[in-house]
């Protein structure tokens, strides 16, 4: 099976930048999704194919991915952005999430 | 725009099956897309549980394959889960999903389901 490696945890102050990494073997090689999920609510799509934003989604969030490392950034960080964030591939016919990472904002 | 609602009940006893059912709005389920299930269990991260094309096609979760079954009503615009033999370890929110190009562009708020007796 293929494994995507996320921190735990990713604290930042207002007003700041919060960079989120997703490492898996080759991940350079695969497209790369983001989500977005708060608590009680249904998770929301903010970058696709690795650098990509869906309609409605702030440009204060992108995204690259090179390696083994896929990287979301959320620039000008605001309280309404803490959520958990999950990284995702296609892989053997499946779809694979990352263990996730909790952003605070302090 | 479309939206998508699990329902379902919230108890289930262990080594029974797991029904849910997605309903869709806005959007005709036969006029495209895969049509997908994701669990979150308490405490752990979002996984996926398989998906299934309006003409039948499906793909499952390799861990989850043998206990699954997806299926799609295209007359009531719902789609369904079957997650047989459950146990506690299959306590989670379900959600369902409409997949397109291999990412999931809109969930449902999910469902809570409890295994046990």
């Known amino acids: 099976s293929y494994d995507l490696t996320q921190p735990p945890s990713v604290s930042v102050a207002p007003g700041q930048t919060a960079r989120i990494t997703c490492g898996g073997n080759?991940?350079?090689?695969?497209?790369v999704h983001w989500y977005q999920h708060k608590p009680g609510q249904a998770p929301v799509l903010v970058v696709y194919d690795d650098s990509d934003r869906p309609s409605g989604i702030p440009e204060r969030f992108s995204g690259s991915n090179s390696g083994d490392t896929a990287t979301l950034t959320i620039n000008r960080v605001a309280a309404g952005d803490e959520a958990d964030y999950y990284c995702?591939?296609?892989?053997?016919?499946?779809?694979?999430f990352g263990g996730g990472t909790k952003l605070t904002v302090l | 725009q479309v939206q998508l609602q699990e329902s379902g009940p919230g108890l289930v006893k262990p080594s029974e099956t797991l029904s849910l059912t997605c309903t869709v709005s806005g959007y005709s389920i036969s006029s495209g897309y895969y049509w997908a299930w994701v669990r979150r269990p308490p405490g752990k991260g979002l996984e996926w549980i398989g998906s299934m094309f309006h003409t039948g096609g499906t793909y499952y979760n390799p861990s989850l394959k043998s206990r699954v079954t997806i299926s799609i009503d295209t007359s009531k615009n719902q789609f369904s889960l079957q997650l047989s033999s459950v146990t506690a370890a299959d306590t989670a929110v379900y959600y369902c999903a409409r997949e397109g190009g291999n990412l999931l562009d809109s969930w449902g708020r999910g469902t809570r389901v409890t295994v046990s007796s």
């Open positions: 080759d991940i350079g090689t695969k497209n």
């Open positions: 995702q591939v296609w892989e053997s016919y499946s779809g694979v």
